[in-house]
Structure formats: structure tokens, C-alpha cells
């Protein structure tokens, strides 16, 4: 794999890093949005904009949502917006397989919890990237995941191979990530991994951790196996086109 860096160590406790890094040109086989669209990329990590405590919350959350299905292999997702979640090899749509019953499972706080988080790494991305926070649009998927050692069963649970988040889902344009466990205590392997040429420089999740940056090749990525444990994390995905934009979940 080349030399390996470690960008930010789960011992770590990181109030602003950010790593400036040229832009790709992916951006440009899209609509430009000014003020929004990437004109300074790089990628950043902080923990000082989710407490521990919130993460914890958080993971609760995921933990209720994702018990009531789970995938055969090592990937499970559960996605509020959509109400997508893995069952078995397939996936369901929660609010309409379970119904009013929806509302044992979460709650209004559980909701207004997820909105405010959601909003303040909205917020620091903007500000990390000199952009305006209402030029920034929620985007799909925006999802819950639970990985743990299982094999892969279907090409959905292959969640390890690198990829680019603006060639795999046009609409993004930046992809922020929250950690809900710790990297070596809840879990092994599962460490978040930047491709660049010359090296990798790896994430580790801790909980409460937010790693974020632009989603165009300037930052290839791929996440390791996990090697045991489990390790719960969301995905939160910012577009600057309005027409790819999505509203918070609703109970």
C-alpha cells in the first residue's frame, strides 16, 4: 500500500486539522453553483463540533433503527431520510414495513438530535471552505453504518474498495463522516483510509470524530475490513445543486 500516515489517531483530540490538497477537475463535468461549488479542496477532521456524549446518543439511535433488520454480511445501513434499511440481502423501507410502530423505535428528540448535529458540521464545513452554510444542501444517501467482520454477501457489503463520492454520486460535493465508536476499543481494522499517490493517511474513528472533505478524486478513499468488532458511523453528504437537495427526516 505504500507508506501509511496517520493523519489523526484516535488518542488524539483534534480541534481543527485541515489538509488543503489542489482540486480535481470533476467539478467542472458539472454545474458550477458560486459560492458553493469547490474552489479550495482539501480535508479536514475535528473533535470539538459533536461531544462524545452526543455521538453516544447518536449510536443509540442506529443501534434501535438497524435492530430491526441488518444485512447477511459485513455492511448494514440504515438510511432516516429514505427509510432505507438492510434486510438479509435486500433492503426495506422501514416507515412503510413497520408502520406506526415506527414511533416505539424513535422518538421526536431522536430526530431534533440528529437535525442538530447534521447542521453543525454543516456549519464548520462551510466555514473550513470559506462557503456560505445556506448554499449547502443535505444530499442522498445520507446514512447510518454498522460494519463488523461478517464476509461479504452481496456487492452491497463490499464497502472496502476505493472509490470517488463525486463519480459515484454526482450530486456530491462534500462528504463528511461522524464517528460513533472507537477505533482499537470497539473495533479492529475499519480505519479510514486517503488514497494519494505517493501515500495513504489514514482516519481513526474515535466517537464523536467528524472527517470531512471535498468529494471529487482529489480524495480517493476506501475504508479497511474490520477485523473484529463493530464500528457504527454516518455519512453525511452536502451537494450545491438545490435540485439534489433533501429535507431532514420527519417521524
Same mark, same amino acid.
Given at each position: ?104 423505535? #424513535? =422518538?421526536?428528540?431522536?430526530?431534533? @438530535?440528529? +437535525? ?7 456549519? /464548520?464545513? %462551510? ?85 470531512? #472533505? =471535498?468529494?471529487?478524486?482529489?480524495? @480517493?478513499? +476506501? ?7 463493530? /464500528?457504527? %458511523? ?18
Amino acid at each position: 500500500d505504500g507508506v501509511t500516515e496517520v493523519l489523526a489517531h484516535r488518542s488524539d483530540n483534534l480541534r481543527d486539522k485541515f489538509i488543503e490538497i489542489p482540486c480535481s477537475e470533476d467539478y467542472d463535468s458539472h454545474r458550477r453553483f458560486a459560492g458553493c461549488t469547490p474552489r479550495k479542496c482539501g480535508r479536514g477532521v475535528t473533535d470539538a463540533v459533536i461531544t462524545r456524549e452526543e455521538a453516544e446518543r447518536i449510536r443509540r439511535i442506529a443501534e434501535r433503527g438497524l435492530s430491526l433488520g441488518g444485512s447477511d454480511g459485513g455492511a448494514s445501513i440504515l438510511d432516516l431520510h429514505s427509510g432505507a434499511l438492510s434486510l438479509g440481502k435486500h433492503f426495506v423501507n422501514l416507515y412503510r414495513y413497520f408502520g406506526d410502530k415506527i414511533r416505539d423505535i #424513535f =422518538t421526536e428528540e431522536d430526530f431534533a @438530535l440528529y +437535525r442538530d448535529v447534521r447542521q453543525r458540521i454543516q456549519q /464548520r464545513i %462551510a466555514q473550513v471552505f470559506g462557503i456560505s452554510s445556506s448554499a449547502m444542501y443535505l444530499t442522498k444517501p445520507t446514512f447510518f453504518s454498522r460494519m463488523n467482520s461478517t464476509g461479504a454477501k452481496t456487492t452491497h457489503d463490499e464497502y472496502w474498495h476505493p472509490h470517488v463520492d463525486k463519480v459515484t454520486y454526482g450530486s456530491f460535493d462534500y462528504t463528511s463522516l461522524l464517528y460513533l465508536s472507537d477505533y482499537s476499543e470497539d473495533f479492529g481494522g475499519g480505519r479510514f483510509v486517503f488514497m494519494d499517490a505517493d501515500s495513504n493517511k489514514t482516519v481513526e474513528p474515535r466517537a464523536g470524530r467528524v472527517s470531512f #472533505f =471535498t468529494s471529487g478524486s482529489e480524495n @480517493l478513499h +476506501r475504508v479497511e475490513k474490520v477485523q473484529w468488532g463493530t /464500528r457504527f %458511523a454516518i455519512t453525511i453528504s452536502f451537494t450545491c445543486d438545490p435540485e439534489h437537495g433533501i429535507g431532514d427526516p420527519l417521524l
